[in-house]
């Protein structure tokens, strides 16, 4: 089957450094990427997505190339918020088996 | 509803006994899906509906685990004699069809003591 690789964490930055949380992935076909959030106590969130080669996707700030080349698709950030302290997950949508694949989520801690 | 609504929140269980965990799929969403994340893990697959019907049943750990979906809405996750091991975070997504956005609910938190 398919996996996503991510950088283990925890990532302790301080406040309005920059970002990037590593994660590549082993895919059949052509899959579609995401990076979810999730915050204390709370459930996941989609933060981005891009479903082909080449393209960004970007919110709040963040963003992530889909890049085929490296199989990658690294989260970025130029300046890190208190409030972006979370556990992010890297994860990848497979047409194929038609079934997510999960990293196994990189803690960030941002310091003020 | 609005979202993904997993009921409980929080389940206590004894060793032994059975759980059933809830998930109601955002309306319309015919793709539904159950995953766990235990403690410092990240997300294994269980099940996924399409529709009332589970193509893939392949992520359920043992014979313990049962899972059903009726009138292509509410799903059901049933955990049998729970152990120890099956404590973890149970998360339910659901998706207008298979390959479009998905939603996540919040998840239950099973704890077996």
């Known amino acids: 089957g398919d996996s996503v690789t991510q950088m283990e964490g925890p990532v302790t930055l301080s406040e309005e450094a920059f970002l990037t949380i590593n994660c590549t992935y082993t895919?059949?076909?052509?899959?579609?990427l995401f990076w979810y959030v999730q915050y204390p106590g709370e459930g996941l969130q989609l933060l981005l997505k891009?479903?082909?080669?080449?393209d960004k996707g970007s919110n709040k700030g963040f963003e992530a190339t889909y890049r085929k080349e490296t199989t990658s698709f690294h989260l970025e950030k130029g300046s890190v918020q208190v409030s972006d302290s979370a556990v992010y997950f890297c994860?990848?949508?497979?047409?194929?088996?038609?079934?997510?694949?999960f990293g196994s989520g990189t803690k960030l801690n941002v310091k003020p | 509803g609005a979202g993904v609504s997993q009921s409980p929140s929080n389940k206590v269980t004894e060793k032994g006994k059975d759980v059933e965990l809830r998930c109601d799929p955002i309306?319309?969403?015919?793709?539904l899906y159950w995953y766990r994340q235990s403690l410092g893990q990240g997300l294994e697959f269980l099940i996924y509906?399409?529709?009332?019907?589970?193509?893939?049943k392949s992520g359920l750990p043992s014979d313990r685990f049962s899972a059903e979906r009726t009138g292509g809405s509410v799903s059901t996750l049933t955990i049998q004699r729970t152990q120890q091991e099956d404590s973890a975070v149970y998360l339910c997504?659901?998706?207008?069809?298979?390959?479009?956005?998905?939603?996540f609910g919040s998840g239950t938190r099973l704890t077996v003591v």
């Open positions: 895919a059949t076909g052509y899959p579609s």
């Open positions: 997504a659901s998706s207008l069809a298979i390959g479009y956005g998905y939603t």
């Open positions: 309306s319309g969403h015919t793709a």
């Open positions: 891009a479903t082909k080669a080449d």
């Open positions: 509906f399409q529709g009332n019907s589970a193509p893939d």
């Open positions: 994860a990848l949508f497979s047409s194929f088996f038609n079934k997510f694949y």
